[in-house]
């Protein structure tokens, strides 16, 4: 592939309450910056902005209101999860690449191969608290898998410092915990499907993956290119917990923690429990 992508953000949904009552294991450890409303009126959010120019996004339904749930990308998904993440590149156009290669695994399909591909795009925007628009396009899988077993896109059409104010809000980036990237998303897999779904991730960026004893790691891009590459892991579930967090997710795979990077003195991993959800967010120190 003629490009390589970036991570953009990571989606954790919450309680409508939490966006601005985060529990205190995570505002202990980082900044939390206002987000807004989206302009569908039907979630709004926080977030974490990290120097890489990646962020978490605490995303909530406005009042959990089950009529702004239904029929939204996620709205059967559990609060107190990390559902969903997107990747980025210089140009929505880059996505047509990625559509043509994930084509040719259609060709390979019998019967329980992932038949996969991108929808077409469609606008998105927020108002931020100040009353600034921000406005993008997000392309997002087809349904035939669950949302957040591979990744949407996000290119801006407002400036991406009005979205990600890393150089404006620069305090915003700084954080208790030392975080400044996105080091790994791992992703539990169902061990049925590992393979299938190795191959749709080498397909989307554009890379042969490294494989040891059940764990596919492949390298993505963070935004600012003066940080180190973030990586998406792929790794077979295996504890009843793992199989778990697989099976909500649609049965082929699950997000089951992120990693950050950090300069400084290594935190205590966040686990926090919401309902019938988990969060889990570790720390690595940064690799120079």
């Known amino acids: 592939?003629?490009?390589?992508?970036?991570?953009?953000?990571?989606?954790?949904?919450?309680p409508h309450t939490y966006p601005t009552n985060l529990p205190s294991s995570i505002t202990s450890a980082f900044t939390i910056y206002p987000g807004g409303t989206h302009a569908d009126n039907k979630t709004s959010n926080s977030l974490v902005l990290?120097?890489?120019?990646?962020?978490?996004?605490?995303?909530a339904f406005i009042d959990d209101d089950p009529?702004?749930?239904?029929?939204?990308?996620?709205?059967?998904?559990?609060?107190?999860?990390?559902?969903?993440?997107?990747?980025?590149?210089?140009?929505?156009?880059?996505?047509e690449i990625v559509r043509k290669a994930l084509d040719t695994l259609k060709d390979r399909d019998k019967g329980r191969e992932l038949v996969v591909g991108y929808q077409e795009s469609k606008r998105g925007g927020r108002k931020r608290p100040d009353g600034t628009s921000v406005e993008w396009t997000v392309t997002f899988p087809t349904p035939s898998v669950e949302r957040g077993t591979m990744p949407f896109w996000c290119h801006d059409i407002t400036p991406r410092e009005l979205r990600v104010p890393v150089q404006s809000a620069e305090e915003a980036t700084k954080h208790p915990s030392c975080a400044v990237g996105a080091s790994k998303i791992i992703l539990v897999v169902s061990p049925e499907r590992f393979g299938e779904l190795c191959r749709v991730y080498e397909k989307i960026l554009g890379g042969d993956r490294v494989e040891i004893n059940g764990v596919a790691e492949f390298v993505v891009k963070q935004p600012l290119g003066d940080q180190p590459s973030?990586?998406?892991?792929?790794?077979?579930?295996?504890?009843?917990?793992?199989?778990?967090?697989?099976?909500?997710?649609?049965?082929?795979?699950?997000?089951?923690?992120?990693?950050?990077?950090?300069?400084?003195?290594?935190?205590e991993p966040i686990i926090e429990k919401i309902g019938l959800g988990t969060i889990r967010i570790g720390f690595e120190r940064i690799r120079e």
């Open 1 to 14: 592939m003629s490009f390589i992508p970036c991570l953009d953000h990571i989606i954790i949904l919450v």
């Open 230 to 267: 973030s990586r998406i892991v792929l790794r077979q579930a295996s504890s009843a917990e793992e199989k778990a967090v697989v099976a909500v997710n649609g049965g082929v795979a699950g997000i089951w923690e992120i990693i950050l990077a950090i300069r400084g003195s290594l935190p």
């Open 50 to 59: 990290l120097k890489s120019g990646v962020y978490l996004e605490f995303i």
């Open 67 to 95: 009529a702004r749930k239904a029929g939204h990308w996620w709205g059967t998904k559990t609060p107190g999860s990390i559902i969903d993440f997107a990747l980025t590149s210089d140009s929505v156009d880059e996505v």
